[in-house]
């Protein structure tokens, strides 16, 4: 990690958790997950590039997008944390606002108008997905953690 991005700071994905139906319609439109097709709660959970679990987001309605919680801004959020110079490590469905300007967000490339990626984008995106991994282990096992003190 340290060879191919030396300033990744943290590496990010958000997660969903399924919840009841609520009685308020503004409510249920607002954790309404068209991924997950049903009611959810949301969190962003980061991890520092060798494994350790270093932030959690506090959780908002399932039809919050990923670049939403990403650019929270407040005492809670990523952003604060993170100091001039720092890269984030993400999927596609992540981006920064152009006011964070001191921050580099890495992900895949996009097709963009091209047919096909280039092969030089093909290497950057499996170095990417090998480094990104780590978070989808941990965010199961979070996943996991969770909704075993939930049925305690």
């Known amino acids: 990690m340290r060879k191919n991005y030396p300033y990744v700071r943290v590496i990010v994905d958000c997660t969903e958790f399924e919840i009841e139906q609520p009685a308020n ?5 607002g954790t309404w997950s068209t991924y997950k097709n049903t009611n959810t709660a949301k969190g962003l ?5 060798n494994g350790i679990v270093s932030y959690i987001s506090p959780l ?5 997008s990923d670049k939403a919680i990403i ?11 993170l100091e001039d110079g720092d ?5 596609r469905g992540f981006s920064l606002d152009s006011k964070y300007t001191h921050l ?32 989808e282990r941990c965010m199961e096992y979070w ?10």
Do not use: W
């Open 25 to 29: 319609p503004q409510a249920q439109q």
């Open 45 to 49: 959970v980061g991890i520092t590039p």
């Open 60 to 64: 908002y309605g399932g039809a919050t």
């Open 71 to 81: 650019n929270m801004d407040g005492s809670q959020s990523l952003i604060e944390l």
């Open 87 to 91: 890269n984030i490590m993400s999927d």
């Open 104 to 135: 580099t967000l890495i992900h895949p490339p996009f097709l963009d108008r091209q047919k096909q990626l280039s092969s030089q984008q093909v290497l950057q995106t499996r170095i990417i997905a090998r480094h990104r991994i780590h978070v």
């Open 143 to 152: 996943f996991y953690i969770c909704t075993f003190f939930f049925y305690i």
